[in-house]
Structure formats: C-alpha cells, structure tokens
C-alpha cells in the first residue's frame, strides 16, 4: 500500500459507534457540559482579574488552570461535536498532529501545574509566616513558566517523531481525537522507539506529580490535625480531600490510558476514560478548585448585592413625583452613593474586603453620577 506522510493526507476519526438518537442525546450532554466549563472558568477569571483581594499566589495558580482547562477542552470537545452531528469524520494530517500536540501539552501542563498548587498550599499552611518571602509574585510567574516550558519540551519532541512517520495501514482512527496510541497502530515503520519514549514521559510526568502532590498534602494533613478547633479541621479536611479527590481521579484515567501497557482489544473501553480526562474533568475543576471556595462565594455574593442595588436604585429616582423633587433626590442619592463607598466597604473589618467591594462601588458611583447630569 502506498505510504501517505503528506500534508494532504487525511485521517477518519471513528469516534463513538452508536445510533443517531443516541448521538443526539450525547451532543446534548457533551454540549451542556462544555458550555459550563466555558462559563465556569471565564467567570473564575473575570472575577479574579477584577477583585484585588484576589490577587494571591493560590488564585494566580487557578487562573492559570482556568485558562488549561479552556484550552484542553477545546482541543477536542469542538471536533467531537462536529463528528456527531455533521457526520464529517475526517480531519486535516495537519489538523491532527495539531490536535495530538495541543492535547498532550495541556495536559502535562496541567500535572506540573497542579504540583506546583500542592506546594502553595504546603507553604501557607506549614509556613505561615514564611510564605510570603517563599511565594512571592517573582517566584510564582517563575513556577507557572515552568510549568509551561516543561510541557512544552516534553511533549514537542515525540510529536515531531510522530508526524514524520509513514502511515500506510489505514487513514481511520479508532478514538474521537487524535490519541498517540491510535495513530502509531497506523505506521508501517517501527514505533517501539517513540512507545518507549512516550511510557517514560507519560511515568515520569504522571507518577512523580501524583507523589509529589501526595507528599505535599501528607504533610498538610499532618499540620491540619494540630489545629485547636474541630471547625477548622473539619473545613480544612473538606477542602483537601476535594482537591485531592480530583487530583486522583485524573492520575488514575491517565495511568490506566498512557502507563499500564496498551492492548488492542481495550480501543473501545480507553474512549470512556478519555471523555472523562477531556470533558468532565475541565467542568469539575473551577467548581471544585475555586467556586467552592469562601472568599469566593463572600466575592459573589457581595457583587450580586451590588449590582441588585444598581438595578433597584434608578428605578426610585425615576419615579419621582416632580422635577425638582427628582434633581434634590438624585442630588442626595449621589452623596449617598459616595458615601456609600466609604461606609459599605467597612461593613466587616480589614483592607482585604475594602478592597474586594471597589468594583461594584465605584459601578454605583458612576451610575448615579449619570442620573446627576441627565
């Protein structure tokens, strides 16, 4: 058979064999939860970008895994659906390799980010007072860059092998993405070298994260087990065991797809770990990670009580029964929006939740500046 190494060459994802009702229930679902994970982590950014009380080393850490799980599950989730409800199965030898890589990156990003969060978490918890000297803003970008230039390097080489070979057995692809492991089944050249090398990266990435994470909240572990009261224990326990929960379930589904030694015969059952490691794993992450979170949630609700008032307040001043009861009411609802900015933000002690209250604040105060000068 004729070896195709060309850029012209084209690849048929199988995906997922079923019926077309079946298919429409699954885009339904696939759909639903992609628009989530959207929406999820551009809210954990927007609000993290806008609130400087959450301009802490942890939160820089989450918004980089925001932007990882935007991007891991747009590698796939957007070709899936297109392959579901078109029926269109092909895709691009470039389009393919591209998918490979990107798929691959994000997802060794993802392990050398999440290490380096347990770490975060180990020194505010076990170093308190040391932890800003430890974590500081230099520190944290020079961890996140690292995590990215090891993803990058990691991943680029065994990729470049990829694409040079010949692939002269078949152009379909058993998965619904462009997997390693399918796509070496179709060369007619010798693969052992580029599976080796793709086993000891994948050990190497996956097992030493997995201890090192373990490690770190071993000794969180140990450190929360000293605290006095048994609500700190009990929230403190709650949060860990949530992140680590994840953190598992995702080092599982990536040993048993990339470590323990692939079988032919397992094509089928790999899709299953695979759309959790794509799709569930990215819409879980920001509701575990961060929404879950109490300051968080004290952001959200603040901001909600805000914009609630913007919304309520011009709706008074409108109704006014005269011209000039409206300028001396909308006068003195200016001072008191101003007031307001100064009186508001000390409903509870301490600069950190000054500063959480500006933005909706300083919405208000403009909003009824507008009301002054119309």
């Not at 939860?33 to 820089?60: E, K, S």
């Not at 691009?92 to 380096?116: D, I, K, P, R, W």
């Not at 009186?343 to 509870?348: C, P």
Request: charged letters at 15%; aromatic letters at 12%.
């Amino acid at each position: 058979m004729e070896n195709r190494t060309a850029a012209e060459e084209e690849f048929i994802l199988v995906g997922f064999q079923i019926g077309w009702k079946a298919k429409i229930l699954v885009s339904v679902g696939v759909s639903f939860a992609y628009i989530l994970t959207l929406l999820g982590n551009v809210v954990i950014l927007c609000i993290v970008c806008i609130q400087r009380c959450l301009h802490t080393p942890m939160y820089f850490f989450l918004c980089n895994l925001s932007v990882l799980d935007l991007c891991f599950a747009s590698v796939t989730v957007p070709k899936m659906l297109q392959n579901l409800l078109s029926g269109d199965k092909t895709i691009t030898f470039a389009g393919c390799m591209a998918q490979s890589y990107f798929y691959f990156l994000m997802g060794t990003v993802e392990y050398f980010l999440l290490t380096s969060m347990s770490y975060d978490r180990y020194a505010a918890i076990c170093n308190p007072l040391h932890y800003p000297t430890v974590m500081n803003g230099r520190v944290c970008a020079q961890m996140v860059l690292g995590c990215w230039l090891g993803g990058v390097l990691s991943v680029l080489f065994p990729t470049i092998l990829i694409s040079r070979l010949p692939y002269c057995r078949s152009r379909v692809i058993n998965h619904f993405f462009c997997d390693s492991g399918p796509l070496l089944e179709l060369s007619c050249s010798d693969t052992h070298i580029i599976e080796l090398m793709d086993f000891l990266l994948s050990s190497v990435v996956i097992l030493c994260s997995l201890s090192l994470t373990i490690i770190s909240y071993a000794y969180i572990i140990s450190t929360i087990l000293h605290i006095p009261t048994t609500t700190g224990q009990r929230k403190a326990f709650n949060t860990c065991a949530s992140h680590l929960t994840l953190f598992l379930m995702s080092s599982s589904i990536s040993i048993f797809m990339y470590v323990v030694p692939s079988q032919k015969s397992m094509s089928e059952i790999r899709k299953i770990p695979a759309v959790l490691s794509s799709i569930v794993n990215p819409l879980l992450s920001p509701f575990i990670y961060t929404l879950r979170n109490d300051m968080v949630k004290k952001v959200f609700k603040e901001t909600f009580i805000r914009i609630r008032g913007l919304i309520k307040r011009p709706e008074s001043i409108s109704n006014s029964p005269n011209q000039s009861g409206k300028d001396s009411e909308s006068f003195g609802d200016t001072v008191w929006c101003f007031l307001g900015i100064t009186t508001a933000v000390n409903f509870e002690d301490g600069l950190e939740e000054e500063e959480c209250c500006s933005f909706a604040d300083y919405l208000l105060a403009l909003k009824c500046l507008s009301y002054v000068f119309s």
